[in-house]
């Protein structure tokens, strides 16, 4: 599967290029455009019971959607619903990533996407529920964000402090932790960074520019509450 | 990710030559060390006396193979360089924890000894996550269970900071709320006699912080029932009914018993929620306005009946009454219920389970075989009766 991401940017389009007889799945509803040669098929990925997990614990598609080049080759146009740069990555057996719970767009089929239960104070506090997705295996990776995508390169013990609302995917090679974003509580507070993510490398973390849930927060303002 | 054969196994390097974010290698386990193998067939093999094995990665889940030999920064290996990748010390990060597993049985006495700690230290912290989880469960479970039951638990705390007055004034209001649409007995004839029925075992419970307030009222149902807070209801049906004195003294004992045991307002509490008990916690009596006739059809619990069954016949030898006419009455009533299949009013709001009239027998057995020296109430109980049945139909 060739992957390329167009307008690159808050309009981003992803194209994938299937081979005949290649598949590849994406998050349910994702699909824009594609070739006659396509067929869109809804699979429970990993199981009844898999995709049931995946729908309540991590607010992802029940369905995924599989898109297979059955009549020969062909191309599929893929979208998120929210504007932001679309983050490709390549899987090679030894690389795995952490999706932040709603973050998977598409994948190669080769790519095993399950839920992983964080440990009871990230779940807490990390502000992505006890929850996130684990993609392993091999292909390629699409992630989406809201904004752009900034790549934090650590290497081995380095470290550096994310707030969780921006946090996209990160290595599995990298260890985290929450963290107050300040000393005292109150600061913590006041400062209106509570709980940030202390991550150690090596590893990469890739973060959006822009917070949906502050977003949302802002834009609701402009919208009247009566008629 | 998992070892393609017994030995051979995918991870992650990194070292000065390798990529930021690691090279994907294979790893294979010799007689004396890792063979690692990048996908471009260069080898960066790591003697097995020279490494250092721990926990780290996402959750601390995968193992961390550190190799000391080169060891340009042996004296502090830990010390974090916030510039930027440190390439002093290479590092192989493998994702399948049962490498340790493979390691181990290729591993000398000393390592196989560290990495064992390792296993330990990961099976306890399993452990203590396994136990916090189960916990976390168990309270989830618990605190539904109680929510399906009608919060019992929770309204049990909530109701032992309900203070007695604020009990008393809620029944107050209930039962004026009640005797509104009812006719009362409340002429000092019947008031005068009722009283000496119900002195004695006022006086044999004791100190109290409730203050019992009794009211007849004209209706054929075979019934007496308690409000919160000391209000005690009698219904002129149960005075016709009952052969004597003694046996609404049985009666009465019981209903007294409900009223200290906090029966009602517990039953109440769980029947129209918590919030009532909340708004009694605030002092916000007027929250139980309207609520009276849920109160008239509220159920006790087996349990709490036979409790008030057994502390009201103590109750009645407290008071040097006897026993034995609360058991024939329960007796009769039963008797008729099951006879006549008709619903008696008092039997159906205090319901019965088989093996509670045979209960209240055998205390007055109990009391018969040590008889105490019984008082007598000294009620003329077929006048009584009439006066009661001509103020019920004539009215006040």
């Not at chain 2, 920064?73 to 590092?91: H, K, V």
């Not at chain 2, 918590?274 to 007027?286: K, P, Y």
Request: proline share 5%; net charge negative; charged share 20%.
């Amino acid at each position: 599967m060739q992957v390329e991401i167009l307008y690159q940017g808050a309009f981003a389009l992803a194209k994938l290029a299937l081979e005949q007889g290649e598949s590849a799945k994406a998050e349910s509803g994702a699909m824009v455009a594609m070739s006659p040669t396509v067929d869109v098929e809804s699979r429970l990925d990993g199981g009844v019971f898999g995709a049931l997990k995946r729908k309540f614990l991590t607010g992802e598609t029940f369905f995924f959607q599989t898109l297979r080049a059955t009549r020969g080759p062909g191309e599929v146009l893929i979208a998120p619903t929210v504007p932001g740069e679309i983050l490709s990555l390549e899987l090679d057996g030894a690389h795995a990533y952490c999706l932040q719970k709603d973050g998977f767009l598409a994948s190669s089929v080769g790519v095993d996407v399950q839920t992983k239960t964080q440990s009871l104070a990230k779940g807490f506090f990390s502000g992505e529920g006890f929850f996130v997705l684990q993609a392993t295996g091999t292909g390629s990776l699409l992630v989406n964000s809201f904004g752009s995508i900034h790549r934090l390169l650590l290497g081995p013990a380095q470290e550096y402090i994310v707030d969780n609302s921006h946090l996209v995917a990160w290595s599995s090679s990298t260890e985290y932790e929450i963290r107050k974003a300040s000393s005292g509580w109150f600061s913590s507070v006041a400062s209106g960074e509570g709980l940030v993510c202390h991550f150690q490398g090596p590893g990469e973390v890739f973060i959006q520019t822009r917070n949906p849930g502050a977003f949302g927060s802002w834009i609701r303002q402009f919208i009247p509450t009566s008629g | 990710m998992a070892p393609t054969t017994e030995t051979d196994c995918r991870g992650l390097l990194f070292d000065g030559e390798s990529a930021p974010t690691g090279d994907a290698v294979s790893i294979i386990v010799d007689a004396d060390s890792l063979v690692v193998t990048r996908n471009d067939s260069r080898p960066a093999d790591i003697r097995l006396d020279s490494i250092t094995v721990e926990w780290g990665g996402i959750d601390r889940t995968q193992l961390v193979i550190r190799d000391r030999s080169p060891a340009p920064s042996r004296s502090e290996p830990e010390e974090p360089d916030a510039a930027g990748p440190q390439p002093a010390a290479r590092m192989l990060l493998i994702a399948d924890p049962r490498f340790l597993d493979t390691l181990s049985a290729a591993a000398g006495p000393e390592l196989a000894a560290r990495l064992d700690a390792l296993r330990q230290s990961r099976r306890g912290s399993d452990r203590r996550w396994r136990a916090a989880g189960l916990a976390l469960a168990t309270v989830i479970a618990l605190a539904t269970l109680e929510l399906l039951r009608g919060a019992p638990l929770l309204t049990g705390l909530a109701m032992s900071l309900v203070p007695p007055a604020w009990e008393s004034s809620a029944g107050k209001l209930l039962v004026r709320q009640f005797l509104a649409g009812q006719r009362v007995l409340d002429d000092p004839a019947v008031t005068k006699e009722l009283s000496r029925l119900i002195a004695p075992l006022v006086e044999a419970l004791g100190p109290s912080p409730y203050r019992f307030e009794f009211h007849v009222v004209a209706s054929d149902d075979i019934n007496a029932f308690a409000l919160p807070g000391g209000q005690v209801v009698l219904l002129t049906g149960l005075v016709k009914t009952a052969a004597s004195a003694e046996e609404v003294a049985g009666v009465l004992a019981h209903e007294i018993q409900h009223v200290v045991g906090r029966h009602t307002l517990r039953s109440f509490a769980q029947r129209v929620g918590l919030s009532v008990v909340l708004g009694l916690l605030l002092g916000d009596v007027q929250e139980l306005a309207g609520l009276a006739s849920i109160l008239m059809t509220s159920r006790y619990s087996r349990t709490q009946e036979s409790w008030a069954d057994a502390e009201g016949a103590r109750l009645l030898v407290r008071a040097g009454l006897p026993v034995e006419p609360m058991a024939a009455f329960f007796e009769k009533l039963q008797a008729r219920d099951s006879g006549a299949g008709q619903a008696l009013e008092f039997l159906a709001s205090h319901p019965a389970s088989a093996g509670r009239a045979a209960a209240v027998r055998k205390l007055a057995l109990q009391q018969n075989a040590r008889p105490p020296k019984l008082r007598s109430l000294g009620i003329d109980w077929p006048r009584f009766q009439s006066l009661v049945a001509t103020r019920s139909s004539t009215g006040p």
